[in-house]
């Protein structure tokens, strides 16, 4: 019964091209994140989504482009991958209450993209 | 800004010690959340417990409490009688309160300890 699933688990490509990681959440949660977490492990996120909605896009190049076919999935497009983009990726979802802010984060189990 | 600092990059604590892994953080809301994340080798994120601004009395779940000092605006996480399966990274968080139904406050991060347990 895994809350937030992504995958693949590891991912590795070479410069340039192109590639997706899927995540789905079965929590009944009505947002959902990409974070990077990069090799000294500090994470950050990049995108927001309210059912559906773009809410949060942090300064993300714009090679990386999300997609939420419905509130469940929360997929990342990345195009002409570069080095600096190997890091590990996880997808997380949580349910969002206006005026709250106890809802924690549930959290995929990551990917690891390594871009050679 | 958002802002979490957590000043121990590394801890060691010898089996069946406790240990307090620092954080502390920086905001002008008065809502806010502040949360603790274990991180294990393996890679995956595990929720481990949550205090709210409000809340007068500090937050524990099993062996982990967490000493809130809101004046002092730190969130230090205590984990007592330690376990070998306890090393691992562990991250303070924070996010304000949500403004409007639809949006997203952002969770964010501290640069996170590395914990390791002696036996």
């Known amino acids: 019964d895994t809350a937030v699933s992504q995958t693949p688990k590891y991912l590795v490509t070479q410069m340039g091209n192109d590639k997706s990681i899927k995540c789905e959440q079965n929590?009944?949660?009505?947002?959902m994140y990409w974070y990077k977490q990069d090799s000294k492990k500090f994470l950050k996120i990049m995108f927001s989504?309210?059912?559906?909605?773009?809410?949060i896009n942090e300064t993300v190049p714009n090679r990386f482009s999300p997609k939420s076919p419905d509130k469940a999935h929360l997929n990342l497009h990345i195009n002409s991958l570069e080095l600096g983009d190997s890091a590990v990726y996880f997808c997380?979802?949580?349910?969002?209450?206006?005026?709250?802010?106890?809802?924690?984060?549930?959290f995929g189990n990551g990917t690891r993209l390594t871009v050679t | 800004a958002q802002k979490i600092t957590q000043t121990q990059p590394g801890m060691f604590v010898q089996e069946k010690e406790a240990v307090t892994l620092d954080c502390t953080y920086d905001?002008?809301?008065?809502?806010?959340?502040l949360f603790w994340y274990k991180q294990p080798s393996s890679g995956e994120m595990i929720f481990l417990i949550y205090?709210?601004?409000?809340?007068?009395q500090n937050a524990t779940e099993g062996r982990y409490s967490l000493n809130f000092q809101k004046a002092r605006k730190s969130a230090n996480l205590v984990i007592s009688a330690s376990q070998l399966g306890d090393s691992a990274m562990y991250f303070c968080a924070m996010r304000e309160a949500l403004l409007t139904q639809g949006g997203s406050e952002k969770l964010v991060f501290g640069k996170g300890t590395k914990l390791t347990v002696n036996p």
């Open positions: 205090q709210g601004s409000y809340d007068e």
């Open positions: 905001t002008s809301d008065q809502s806010y959340g």
């Open positions: 929590l009944g949660h009505d947002t």
């Open positions: 997380a979802s949580s349910q969002e209450q206006a005026g709250h802010y106890n809802s924690p984060l549930h």
């Open positions: 989504y309210n059912n559906k909605e773009l809410i």
